[in-house]
Each structure stands twice: as C-alpha cells, then as structure tokens.
C-alpha cells in the first residue's frame, strides 16, 4: 500500500475543478487527487454514490483520506462529514484556496504522509470538521 | 413572531440556506421536519454543524410537530423546512398555518418526474402540490432570494422530458 495520504477536493459548482486545475500548473499533476463536484441539480444520493466512489478508489492504495470542502454550511461538507463519521481514516477540511493546497499537497508528494503533519501549520486557515464535531460531542 | 418562511429543500440546510434565506428573513430558528431525519442521529450531527452560530436547529417528525404546534405557540422568528410537498401538505391539513411556501429543491431521483430545474415530482408529490394550491397556499419555486421566481400552478400539470 502506498504511503501516500489520499485527497479529495469538492465544492459547490466547478471550484473543485478550477482549483486542481490551477494546482497542477503550479505543481504539476499529483495522483492520489479525485475532485467531486456538486451542481445545483445533484441529489444527495448522486453526491454520496460519487464521494464513496472516490474514497474508495483512494482506499486502494491510501492508507488515510482527506477531504477538502469548500463550505462548512455546504452539501460538500455535510456528505463529506456523514462519509467521515462511517469511517475511521478521514480528515474533513473546510476552506481551500490554491495557497493552502500547494502547500499541503506538495508536502505530502515530498513524502509527508502523517495527517496531522500534513495539517500542522494550516490549523489558523480552514476549520476541521472531525475536532468541530468531537467539541460538540463533549 | 413565528413562521417567516416554510421551505421545500431535500438538501435541508446547506450553503444557499445558512446564507441567503435565514439572513434575509432574520431567521433565529430552523426547525427541520422529517421522518427519517428525526430517527437519523448521524444526519442530526452533520446539521448541527451547518448552521449559522447563532441560529438554532430542531428536528422534529411530522405528526409530533403538528401536535407541538397547537399546544406552543412559536415566538422565535421561524423557518421550516420540508424535504418533500407530501410532508407539507400534511402540515397544512394539520392546520399549521402559513399563507406562502417556497420551493428550493426536490431533485431528481428515480421514480421522479421532472418539472422545473431542481424540482421533481412523484405523481403523489404532484398531487400534493395541487391540494397545497388548493387549500389557497401561494407556492412559488425559488432557489436563493433573489433568483428568478416560478409559480407552482405554471408548472404543476408539466413533464420536462429527457433532461435531469
């Protein structure tokens, strides 16, 4: 199993897209990445078959996943984080921009392969779902 | 002080609705009406995080809620939100009262004819709409405040072939 730590970049409409698109001009194009994105048509059920899908294709050979949403507030997140909650090896992300992801996705194609980590110092720039809903839950 | 806004959105609350909806109505509760979700203890979980802050979120089944609505009056200004017009239409014929409902989104899935963009009806969810027009209840379909405003009557009778 590769070491790698496998990603998934969704949003509302075609950010996802724009964003990995745009991360591979500047970093050149990384595996391990699937992008789901949802449109204003997409049922729940279309949004969960396809993170599924893609989690499961990153299982393959990733040992964790991350997930990286655009709104907490967003069907992104909220499938995002119900696919967590049935998982034990997913870390949910809320707010990207290309800043972030050049930074975390070249450090771990530089062979960071520990999520906590890979998040270290990106703690102050996007909001993580797993601790919101541990604080909640105390 | 009560029911601002009743909506249909089987996406229930989610970006369009934490932040267009509950800041133009001065939203300071939703209360989320299902079956299902009320029994889903994970889908209660997701949506205690979607919420704005300061906003607070219930879920009740449908039956109990029509039996709260008439035992409490609700003092806080009030969204509602249905994932489906068979769930609305049975609260009006509980006699919860409101003179307007706003269609967001019952999206296609099969079984589902579609009738508008982002909504889809069952022949029994069509119907519904029809009673709910009925009853003389305003049904309009509307994504965000704001965007363009379908009436239901327009669209009820049609059948938007090939397309999701």
Redesign the interface.
Known sequence: MDQKIGIIITSHGKYCFGAVDSLNMIIGRSDYIKTVSVTPTSSVQDIEEQMKHAYDELSQDCKEVLIFTDLICGTPNNVAVKLMMEKDNITVITGYNLAILVEIINKRNCGCNDVSELLRDEEELFRNSNRILKKEGE | MAIELVRID??????Q???TWINDYNIEQVLIINDDVVKDK??Q????????ANVKVKVFGVDSFINIYHKNPIKRRTMIILTNSIDAYKLAKGGVKFPYLNVG?M???NGRTKIA??VSVTPEERQAFKDIIGLGIDVKIQ?IPRDDIVNMEDVIDKDVEGE?
């Open positions: 089987d996406r229930l609350i989610h970006g609705i934490a932040t994970m889908q979980s997701v949506i205690s995080m979607t919420a704005p989104g999206r296609f899935i963009t982002a994504m999701r």
